[in-house]
């Protein structure tokens, strides 16, 4: 797939579908960015490792914040100054990992 | 509560009991034990990550091997030599991680 | 030990001493703040993992965000809302962690 | 690289190239075989950590088996049915990984 930028419609598709498979997408700092609330530390830590493991294994990594049971995450694709087709990818991913464990 | 190591009977109740909620749980080398299969190597981990921090802050900690997307567990007791109320709490909550994982 | 905030004086002679062993610890928004820098991420999460599970035995969790190579950290005791002795203890075992990694 | 099996020589060749780095290799069921002793249960498992994270990210999972502060580790690339770069590649990484924390 080629990397490239999405542009302003792409970027507001693909919120409008994760918001309807999961819900919680917004854009901040012109990052796509959700905030994960778990039971407890463990589990947020279990999505975390889960997570971890496959964005190295794509070399796409999140900015991510952690307190307690809840995570921030904020994707963005640098080379490209902008969102792509990697954070969609990566979002859906989290996403699924998170869906059993929230 | 009191650490002692459960009478034949007992082990027999919890494997039945555990089996009712989950299943798989059976007794080899004296240890309670469960092969569990999860979708892939990433989720194995994930599941390994919180049972791993839930069993050290209960200084409880698993025999386990893992290859790939499978995890086989071994519970025992050491300071009784059997299985005691400590391998019955462990394998309840590796039940709950694998619930949402598997 | 008793958990009491630390007075500044305290807090103080903490950071002194942690960068004396170590090295980057300041105060931040009133909390014991330092940014640590890994090989790669595979590198920064191994130190997380072993955090995580360090912080949930003693229950007492880090604010922390990750990117890539680099974990910011920033301890602070919620119950007397200043930093304590649990901080002091999380930031030396982190510091510990790290040591050999970094 | 082109995947093929290890000829006895070549396999003769890692273990000693290994041992000469770090020790402990042997082959036991035709697997490239350590046992890892770290500190403790939390160091053991952010190794475990390290190597899921790089195993993934290669595709080429360890069998191995963990109590404690233990990690056995087993080599083997099964499209071969036998032991191959991969197995010499994965072996290094986590002597490398081992070696801070042990």
Redesign the interface.
């Known amino acids: 797939m080629k990397l490239e930028k999405y542009t302003q419609q792409d970027v507001e598709k693909l919120v409008l579908e994760l918001n309807t498979e999961s819900s919680g997408w917004i854009i901040e700092d012109g990052k796509l960015t959700k905030q994960y609330r778990f039971n407890d530390?463990?589990?947020a830590?279990?999505?975390?490792?889960?997570s971890?493991?496959?964005?190295?294994?794509v070399n796409h990594?999140?900015?991510?914040?952690?307190?307690?049971n809840k995570v921030t995450v904020q994707l963005i694709t640098h080379d490209v100054s902008g969102i792509s087709y990697k954070d969609a990818d990566l979002a859906r991913k989290m996403d699924s990992?998170a869906?059993?464990?929230i």
């Open positions: 530390f463990n589990t830590f279990g999505f975390m490792t889960m971890a493991i496959y964005a190295e294994k990594h999140p900015e991510w914040f952690n307190v307690y990992y869906n059993g464990l």
